[in-house]
């Protein structure tokens, strides 16, 4: 049990700040245009991870020792006869399951319904391959309960069956991307990972939050308590800060439901609570779903405007969801959890969220899935969500409980995993020492017990 202890000063832990500038950029939009069409990103995504995948793909068929060397199909429309070859291109997975948008559009008023509780995994499902001359189905055992999404760049092996299917025999996919050389810290730093304060109109600032706050000054909990809190070098708020109230739908003369009044005030009181983090230490703050950003990904950076306590401190920034940087020479990837959470509808033996994460890894791309089943901006020339540099450490903030599993490359690279929990639901937050990488549950919670 944390105690309460306001006498003890312990001399904070620093590190060297603006290193992680350089990424910062990476999930920018600037001024964004909804004219264009999606079709460009598709193929820019499989123009950019072709290349990866069929060099795995030479690798991994040679290794076997076949008979014969299987050669690749450049198009997927040109395959033809029994003959063993193996294509390259984008899964499409069509399922009755999968949420129909203009369906949402209409049911809700004009507002779409990101929520979506079921599978969209079936017994009817279909997968294709798809490049840019066009599309064939996918059949065989080795997809039957291939665990993919709409959007994944992937190599198929196998053949053409006599109704112009491709018969897959194996699968290959890009693979985990280069990863920076860490140097890793000589002594015990952390970074605080603190998810779904889910701050309500009702309840903007609760105790746990107050307590939360204290103990990230250094000012509650035993003596070894504030040791480790004065070790904290960083905080990262990863999503869903506040959850605001549903507008009103269409017009209406009710000056209540109009009245902008209290959503201003839980902001003030929300700004005000993270002042205090901002003033101890530096303090990233990513939005989430629930907060006021836009939906499509990347969520682009919460406004300075809604934080004029916390923009006073040179340590706070607001950054995109998700989001990259690094803490003392440890190449962080943080997100609020749309994209891992999307993933879970695909889950197709019950893959837990830490599972799926480190799967987008090995797939090289961390949003697959969108804009398929995943709101997102319409990239022409690029996209964002391709894994150009491993992390050391994958942050996925809002998740149902903490979780740790690692995600290993044929080449050395070790990604480390992190699924932080909602801070309003579990009253816990995780600490990741910079040292070992190891991830320690801390429940705030107890504070408000005792």
Wanted: glycine fraction near 6%.
């Amino acid at each position: 049990m944390l105690a309460m202890d306001y006498d003890l000063k312990v001399p904070r832990t620093r590190v060297t700040a603006g290193e992680s500038e350089k990424y910062l950029t990476e999930f920018k939009i600037g001024r964004r245009h909804y004219t264009q069409q999606y079709n460009k990103l598709y193929y820019k995504r499989l123009e950019t991870l072709k290349p990866f995948v069929q060099t795995h793909a030479q690798h991994k068929w040679e290794k076997q020792g076949h008979k014969q060397p299987i050669r690749l199909t450049q198009k997927v429309l040109n395959v033809e006869g029994p003959e063993p070859t193996y294509i390259i291109g984008s899964i499409f997975i069509d399922t009755p399951q999968k949420p129909s948008t203009l369906e949402q559009v209409e049911k809700t008023h004009w507002i779409s319904d990101t929520d979506f509780a079921g599978k969209y995994r079936g017994p009817e499902d279909a997968l294709y391959l798809e490049d840019e001359s066009g599309r064939i189905r996918l059949v065989g055992k080795a997809i039957e309960e291939l665990l993919v999404t709409s959007g994944v760049i992937m190599a198929a092996m196998g053949s053409e069956t006599a109704d112009g299917d491709f018969d897959v025999v194996d699968v290959c996919f890009a693979g985990m991307a280069p990863q920076p050389q860490r140097q890793p810290s000589v002594e015990d730093k952390y970074v605080a990972l603190v998810s779904g304060l889910s701050a309500t109109v009702e309840s903007p600032v609760t105790l746990e939050m107050q307590l939360l706050a204290e103990y990230l000054a250094g000012t509650a909990g035993s003596e070894e308590d504030q040791r480790r809190s004065a070790q904290i070098v960083q905080t990262v708020v990863v999503g869903q800060t506040v959850e605001l109230p549903e507008p009103p739908l269409g017009h209406t003369e009710d000056a209540k439901a109009n009245d902008r009044k209290p959503v201003q005030q839980l902001l003030a009181a929300v700004d005000a609570f993270l002042a205090d983090i901002a003033a101890a230490m530096p303090l990233t703050l990513l939005p989430g779903k629930s907060d006021p950003a836009d939906i499509s990904m990347p969520q682009q950076p919460l406004h300075p405007s809604l934080f004029a306590h916390c923009k006073q401190y040179s340590g706070f920034q607001t950054v995109t969801n998700p989001a990259y940087f690094e803490v003392d020479g440890t190449l962080v990837l943080a997100s609020a959890g749309q994209n891992v959470d999307d993933l879970c509808h695909y889950a197709v033996h019950d893959e837990t969220p830490c599972q799926l994460a480190a799967r987008t890894l090995q797939w090289r791309h961390i949003a697959p899935s969108g804009p398929d089943t995943l709101w997102g901006y319409p990239f022409t020339d690029h996209d964002p969500f391709v894994v150009r540099n491993t992390p050391h450490v994958y942050v996925v903030g809002n998740q149902p409980k903490f979780d740790m599993c690692a995600a290993e490359g044929t080449d050395g690279q070790i990604s480390q995993m992190v699924m932080v929990p909602g801070f309003r639901q579990s009253r816990s937050i995780v600490l990741l020492n910079l040292r070992t990488l190891e991830c320690t549950q801390v429940h705030i919670g107890a504070l408000a017990a005792n």
